[in-house]
C-alpha cells in the first residue's frame, strides 16, 4: 500500500523534532547536573529530592506565601540548617550557624546582594540596598554619617511628637480589639518624612498613611491583601514570575504599576519640598555671608558665632529645645553634621549626586526605615500584650524614669530604659523584621561546619530567623525571655548569633535609629497604655513577604494607665 507523501513527510518533521528536543534535555542535563556549582551544591544535605533539569525549582511553587515561614522551620527541623539547592544553573545555599555567617559577612568579598534583590530596582532603583562596588562605597560613607548619634539625639523630640500624635489617635481605640500594625506603619512613615527627609508636618502631603498602605496592604480581592513586598517576594521565589517576558502579562506587573505610582507620588512630594526648603536656605546662607563681609570684625567674635549657630539651630529646628540642643552645642566648631536629605542636596549642589541618586536614595531609605521598623514595633506591643508580667517590668521602668510627670521623653531618658532595651532585642530575636539576607558568593566559600565548599556565584540566604532560635546559643530558644540580653549572657555568645541588622559592612545604616525610635515610640505608648493580647507568641500565624509580620494581624487591645504613684488619684 502506498503512503500518503505529505503524512510521510509530516511524520518525520515531528519524529525529527522529538528528536531534537531529546536532545537537547540530554545536553542541558548533562550541562547542568555535570557543572562544578550544582555537583558542589548537591554535596551539601539537600531537602526534598530534586527533579533533572528543574532541580528543586518546583518546591516553592507549592508553597503559599502565608505558609512560607511554617515550611521554613519545618525544612529546618527535618534536614537541618545548613543546605543546598539549584533551579537550572543557578545554585542556592542556605545556611543558620553563626560561625558560617560570620565568613559571609564579616567578608568585604561578599557583600554583594543576590540577583533576586533586582526586583526591587522599579521600586528602589540602584539605592543603597541593591547597589554594589564604588557607588556602594561612596554612597554608604555619606548616608551613614547622616544616621550619627549626634544627629539622632535631635531627631528624639520629634519621634515623641509623633508618638503623641499617635497615642492621642488611640483613644478611641480603647477597649476595642484592632490591628497596631496600620498604626504604626503610618506614624513610622511620618517620622522619617520628618526626621531623615527634614520635611515639616504641614507641608506633608496627607499623612503617610497611603504609602504605607501601598507598601503593605493593598486589597485587590475582597479576600486578599497584595502589597509591594509580596509581589516583589513572589518574583524572587516563583520561576514563572522571574522572567521579565512572563511577568508582563501578569496580573502582578499592573498592579505593581499601581501602587508603585501611590509611593513614588509621596516620595516625590518629599524631595520637591526639601529641594524648595533647601533654596531658601542657600538664600538665606548667601544674605549671612554678604553680612558678615559688611562687619568684618563680627565673623572673628566666637561668642556672637556661638549665639549665631544656636539661633540658627533653634530656626532650623521646629521644635521645641530640651537638654540635648546643650550636648549638640559641642558639636559646634566640629565639621557639620547633616541629616540625610540634607546632605543629599549639599552633595548635589558641589555636584556629587545626582537627581536620579537622590531619588533612588530617599526610595530606599523610606522602605527600608519603615516597614521593618513598623513590623518590629508592631511585634513588641503583641508581646507585652500577652505577658503581662514582662509588661508590668515595663512599665515599672518607665515610672521610675518619668514618675507621675506627662513630660516629654528625652534622649538621656533612653539612655535609662534598660528593660526596655533588652524587650526591643528579644523581639527582634524572635520576630526578625528581615528574615534573612541574600549575598553573592563573589568566590568560593569553605564552611566551617562542615567539609563543604558553597561554589562562586552562589546565592547564599543567611537565614537568621533560623538562627535567632538555635538551642545551642539560646536555652528555651522559643521562650520569650529579655534577659537573653542582659550584658553578661551577651558577652558569652557568638556575635553573629544575633544579626537582625545584618552585620559587618553591609550592615544596616540605620540601626541606631531603629532602637531610638523604637525605645521612644513604644515608651510613649506604654507611658500611656496598657496592651492587652490573647494570642500568645508561639501562635503567631507569621508570613515572610521580606518583612516578617503576622499573617493574622497584629491584633491588640488598649487599656488607658497612670504611673503607679497617681494610681489613687
Ligand atoms: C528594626 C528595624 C530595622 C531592621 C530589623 C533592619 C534590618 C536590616 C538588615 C537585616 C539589613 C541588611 C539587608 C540585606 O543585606 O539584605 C538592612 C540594611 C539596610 N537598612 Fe535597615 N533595618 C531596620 C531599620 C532601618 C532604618 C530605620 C533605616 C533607615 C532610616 C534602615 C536603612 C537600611 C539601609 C539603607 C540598608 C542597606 C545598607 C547597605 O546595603 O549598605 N534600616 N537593614
Known amino acids: 500500500m502506498d503512503t500518503d507523501p505529505i503524512t510521510t513527510s509530516y511524520t518525520s518533521t515531528v519524529t525529527f523534532s522529538l528528536l531534537m528536543l531529546v536532545a537537547v534535555l540530554i545536553a542541558a542535563y548533562y550541562y547542568i547536573e555535570t557543572s562544578r556549582a550544582v555537583r558542589l551544591i548537591k554535596k551539601l544535605p539537600t531537602g526534598p529530592p530534586s527533579v533533572p533539569i528543574l532541580g528543586h525549582s518546583l518546591i516553592p511553587l507549592t508553597w503559599p506565601p502565608e505558609l512560607m515561614v511554617e515550611k521554613v522551620i519545618e525544612f529546618y527541623e527535618k534536614y537541618g540548617g545548613t543546605g543546598g539547592a539549584y533551579f537550572g544553573t543557578k545554585t542556592v545555599a542556605f545556611i543558620t550557624d553563626p560561625q558560617d555567617i560570620e565568613i ?13 534583590y533586582e526586583y526591587f530596582k522599579p521600586w528602589l532603583g540602584d539605592g543603597l540596598l541593591i547597589t554594589k562596588g564604588d557607588k556602594w562605597r561612596r554612597h554608604r560613607k555619606v548616608i551613614a554619617s547622616t544616621f550619627h548619634m549626634n544627629i539622632l539625639k535631635t531627631f528624639v523630640p520629634l519621634f515623641y511628637e509623633n508618638s503623641i500624635d499617635l497615642v492621642n489617635r488611640l483613644r478611641d481605640k480603647v477597649g476595642k480589639k484592632f490591628d497596631c500594625h496600620d498604626y504604626l506603619s503610618a506614624v513610622t512613615v511620618d517620622i522619617l518624612t520628618e526626621t531623615a527627609m527634614g520635611v515639616k508636618k504641614e507641608k506633608r502631603q496627607k499623612t503617610g498613611y497611603e504609602y504605607a498602605m501601598a507598601v503593605m496592604k493593598y486589597t485587590l480581592f475582597l ?38 505610582n501611590i509611593v513614588h507620588t509621596l516620595t516625590e512630594h518629599v524631595i520637591k519640598e526639601k529641594a524648595k526648603d533647601f533654596e531658601e536656605k542657600l538664600v538665606k546662607d548667601q544674605q549671612v555671608k554678604e553680612v558678615q563681609n559688611v562687619k568684618p570684625m563680627e565673623k572673628s567674635n566666637p561668642t556672637k558665632n556661638m549665639e549665631h549657630a544656636k539661633n540658627k539651630a533653634a530656626n532650623y529646628m521646629h521644635y521645641v529645645r530640651d537638654d540635648l540642643d546643650d550636648i549638640d552645642e559641642n558639636d559646634i566648631g566640629e565639621k557639620k553634621r547633616l541629616a540625610f536629605l540634607e546632605m543629599m542636596f549639599e552633595l548635589k549642589k558641589n555636584g556629587q549626586m545626582t537627581d536620579e541618586e537622590i531619588w533612588e536614595e530617599v526610595n530606599t531609605i523610606m522602605f527600608e526605615g519603615h516597614d521593618t521598623t513598623a513590623a518590629g514595633s508592631s511585634f513588641a506591643l503583641c508581646i507585652l500584650g500577652n505577658h503581662p508580667d514582662i509588661q508590668a517590668r515595663v512599665h515599672e521602668e518607665l515610672d521610675t524614669i518619668f514618675g507621675d510627670s506627662d513630660r516629654q521623653c528625652t534622649f538621656q531618658d533612653t539612655l535609662k530604659m534598660k528593660y526596655l532595651e533588652r524587650v526591643i532585642m528579644e523581639t527582634l530575636r524572635l520576630f526578625p523584621p528581615v528574615p534573612l539576607i541574600a549575598r553573592h558568593l563573589n568566590e568560593d566559600v569553605k564552611i566551617v561546619t562542615g567539609d563543604y565548599i558553597l561554589p562562586k556565584s552562589t546565592t547564599v540566604l543567611i537565614v537568621q530567623f533560623i538562627t535567632h532560635r538555635l538551642e545551642k546559643y539560646y536555652p528555651n530558644p522559643t521562650v520569650f525571655n529579655p534577659d537573653n540580653f542582659l550584658p553578661e549572657i551577651m558577652q558569652q555568645r557568638h556575635y553573629y548569633a544575633y544579626i537582625p541588622f545584618s552585620a559587618g559592612p553591609r550592615s544596616c545604616v540605620g540601626r541606631k535609629y531603629a532602637v531610638l525610635k523604637l525605645k521612644v515610640l513604644l515608651s510613649t505608648i506604654l507611658r500611656n497604655y496598657r496592651i492587652i493580647s490573647d494570642t500568645p507568641d508561639k501562635d503567631f500565624h507569621l508570613r515572610g513577604d521580606i518583612i516578617l509580620k503576622r499573617h493574622d494581624g497584629f491584633n491588640i487591645k488598649i487599656e488607658p494607665r497612670k504611673p503607679a504613684s497617681r494610681k489613687e488619684e
Open 104 to 116: 559571609i559577612l564579616s567578608s568585604s568579598v561578599h557583600i554583594d546582594k543576590a540577583k533576586e
Open 223 to 260: 479576600s486578599y491583601n497584595y502589597t509591594l513586598s509580596d509581589i516583589i517576594h513572589r518574583r524572587q521565589y516563583n520561576v514563572l514570575l522571574r522572567y521579565d517576558m512572563l511577568y508582563k502579562y501578569s496580573k502582578f506587573a499592573k498592579l505593581q504599576e499601581k501602587l508603585l
